[in-house]
C-alpha cells in the first residue's frame, strides 16, 4: 500500500513537473509589459515589424523588429521631429501631452514600406515611406485634415484607401503616390454606426480601424466601450471594401482590445491587441485565432489566454529599454534607440561628448516646472516591477536649478539636487495631489549623488518610491510613496526621466554618468 501510494505520489510530481516546464516554454501574456500602444504589425518573410504610439516623444513612430512575435526590438523611428511648433517644442508655454502623432498604420507594398499617422496637433496626416524599415531613410507627405486613427490598405496594385473616423466610419482614396486623397473623389460612409454589435449604450464610439483581406472577405477590427462595460473587440466583415459590412462582437475579456491579424510562416493566426494596465500604460497582448465561416474567433472559448503556443518571453532588457553608461566609440550614435525626448528637444543643451561616458544636460531658459522644461531624456518604466537609477555630478549647477531622475506623468515625482542661496540640497517633489509639492529636503555637502525609483506595478499596484545614496551601495528612502495614476491629459505610461532645469539663472549644467534599469526577470 504504502509503495502504491508512492507511486501515485511520484507520478503527481512528474505531471506537475512537466506542466511547469511546458509552462516555462510557452509565451505568456503580455506580451510586452510596457506602454506599446496602438500597435499595428506586419510579417514580411519570417520577420514581423511592429511600430506603436509614443505621442508627444522626440524621436517618434518607433519600429520593432521580432523573428518570433514574442521578442521585439526597437530598430528604429520613422521621424526626428513631427513639426517644429511650439506645442512640440515645449515653447512659449505650450505643450502636447496626449497628442502629438496617434496610432499608425504600418504596411508592406510591392517593396516598399508604408507607415502612416495622424496628429491633432498638426491637424494634419502623415505618410512615411521607406525600402528599408530597419534603416531607411524615411520619406514624408503630409495633407489635411487629420484622419482619426486611420487604416491604410492596397486593393490590388492600383489603389490605396484610408478607412477612418469614431462610431461612424468613412473611407477615403489616395492618390497614386499617396501623396493626399484622390482628386475628384469623396469621403464615403462606409458603416454608418460601427459601435451597434455592442449594442446603443455606448462611452467610446468604434474607432481604432484596421482592415485585412482574408479568402477574398474584407475583415475589419475596430475597439469600442460599452457603458458599464469593458473594452470591445467588433469586426466588421464585407465582400467589398465599400460594403455593405456585417458586425459581431469579437472579444469582451480584460478589456484586452484595438489591433488586428497576424499570421506565421506555419499558419497559425493570431489577433495583437493591448490592454489598459494603470500607471505602466497600455501593454500588448497576443489571443489565438481561428477562423469559422469565414470569421476569425478570438481566443480560447472567448477568454484571453495566459500562456501562448509560441517560444518564451525574454527581457525587455535590452531590445525595449536598456541601461546606458553614456560611452561611446567612433560610429556610435549619440543615443541609443531606447532613449526618447519629452518633446522635442534643444539639441544645442545636451551632449555626451563634452565630458567623455558623461550625459551633460545645459540649461539655456528659465522655467518654472517639470512638465514644461525641455530636453527632459526618457525610458519607459516596464512591468510588473523596475527599478531605474542615476549618479548625478552638480558640480556646475547654478542658482535655481533642479537636476536628477523623475517619474513623468501628469502626477510625477522627482528626486534630485536643488541649489537654492548657493547651498545645494537633496529634494524630494511629488505631484501626488496633481500639483507638485516639495516632500522633503535634505542637505547636500558633496557635489556627488545617487539617486534611485522603484516601481512596481503588479496587481495595479501603481506605486513608487523614491532614494538617495552618498556612497552608491547605502540607500535612505526619501520623501513619500508616489502613486502612479494613469491620466488622459498625458495618455501615456510613466517614464523614467533624466532631467536639468533652471529656475533662476540660465547656463549652468548636470553631468549623469549613466542610467541603469533592472526588472524583476533581469534580476532572477
Known amino acids: 500500500m504504502k509503495k502504491s501510494i508512492f507511486g501515485f505520489l511520484l507520478f503527481v510530481a512528474f505531471v506537475l513537473v512537466g506542466e511547469s516546464e511546458a509552462q516555462d516554454n510557452q509565451a505568456h501574456n503580455p506580451i510586452i509589459f510596457a506602454d506599446v500602444p496602438d500597435i499595428s504589425m506586419i510579417r514580411v518573410g519570417n520577420t514581423y515589424y511592429m511600430s506603436s504610439t509614443t505621442m508627444h516623444m522626440s524621436p517618434g513612430l518607433p519600429i520593432m523588429k521580432s523573428n518570433d512575435l514574442v521578442n521585439w526590438q526597437l530598430v528604429g523611428y520613422a521621424y526626428d521631429t513631427l513639426a517644429n511648433v511650439d506645442a512640440l517644442n515645449l515653447t512659449n508655454g505650450k505643450s502636447t501631452y496626449g497628442r502629438g502623432s496617434w496610432a499608425s498604420s504600418l504596411r508592406f507594398h510591392k517593396g516598399t514600406y508604408y507607415l502612416t499617422t ?54 477615403v482614396e489616395l492618390n497614386d503616390d499617396l501623396t493626399g486623397v484622390r482628386e475628384g ?67 469582451q475579456d480584460l478589456g484586452v482590445a484595438q489591433g488586428g491579424l497576424i499570421d506565421t510562416p506555419d499558419g497559425k493566426w493570431f489577433s495583437y491587441l493591448f490592454r489598459d494596465f494603470g500607471g505602466v500604460g497600455r501593454i500588448p497582448y497576443l489571443v489565438p485565432v481561428k477562423w469559422e465561416d469565414g470569421w476569425p474567433v478570438l481566443g480560447e472559448n472567448g477568454k484571453v489566454p495566459e500562456t501562448l503556443d509560441l517560444p518564451t518571453n525574454k527581457s525587455l532588457i535590452p531590445g525595449i529599454v536598456a541601461s546606458d553608461d553614456f560611452t561611446r566609440k567612433k560610429g556610435d550614435a549619440a543615443l541609443p534607440l531606447v532613449w526618447q525626448w519629452n518633446h522635442n528637444p534643444d539639441n544645442n543643451l545636451w551632449s555626451i561628448f563634452e565630458r567623455k561616458s558623461f550625459l551633460r544636460l545645459k540649461t539655456g531658459r528659465v522655467d518654472t516646472s517639470f512638465v514644461l522644461a525641455r530636453n527632459t531624456l526618457t525610458q519607459r518604466t516596464i512591468g510588473p516591477e523596475s527599478t531605474g537609477s542615476t549618479l548625478l555630478d552638480a558640480s556646475n549647477m547654478k542658482e ?8 513623468l506623468q501628469k502626477n510625477f515625482g522627482l528626486v534630485g539636487v536643488k541649489v537654492s542661496k548657493g547651498q545645494k540640497s537633496i529634494v524630494m517633489l511629488s505631484a501626488n495631489t496633481g500639483k507638485p509639492v516639495e516632500i522633503e529636503k535634505i ?47 498625458h495618455f501615456m505610461g510613466y517614464r523614467f526621466g533624466l532631467f536639468n532645469y533652471a529656475t533662476q539663472t540660465v547656463g549652468g549644467f548636470a553631468d549623469f554618468d549613466y542610467f541603469r534599469i533592472e526588472d524583476t526577470i533581469s534580476k532572477k
Request: some cysteine; proline content about 5%.
Open 400 to 407: 535655481g536649478d533642479f537636476a536628477g531622475l523623475g517619474l
Open 443 to 489: 542637505l547636500l555637502t558633496q557635489s556627488t549623488v545617487y539617486f534611485k525609483a522603484e516601481c512596481n506595478f503588479r496587481n495595479r499596484a501603481d506605486i513608487a518610491h523614491f532614494f538617495y545614496s552618498l556612497d552608491g551601495k547605502v540607500w535612505t528612502k526619501i520623501g513619500e510613496p508616489l502613486k502612479m495614476p494613469y491620466t488622459i491629459p
Open 185 to 251: 473623389t469623396t469621403e464615403t460612409v462606409v458603416i454608418e454606426n460601427a459601435s451597434l454589435p455592442a449594442g446603443n449604450n455606448i462611452m467610446l464610439g468604434a474607432e481604432g480601424s484596421q482592415i485585412f483581406k482574408h479568402d477574398g472577405k474584407y475583415v475589419l477590427f475596430n475597439i469600442c466601450w460599452p457603458r458599464g462595460g469593458m473594452r470591445t473587440v467588433i469586426i466588421h466583415r464585407a465582400d467589398k471594401i465599400t460594403g455593405p459590412w456585417e458586425g459581431r462582437i469579437a472579444l
Open 118 to 171: 495622424f496628429a491633432q496637433t498638426t491637424g494634419k496626416t502623415y505618410i512615411y515611406t521607406t525600402k528599408n524599415i530597419e534603416k531607411g531613410p524615411w520619406k514624408v507627405s503630409t495633407f489635411k485634415p487629420a484622419y482619426h486613427d486611420h487604416t491604410l490598405f492596397f486593393d490590388g496594385n492600383d489603389k490605396a484607401y484610408l478607412i477612418y473616423g469614431a462610431g461612424k466610419l468613412k473611407l
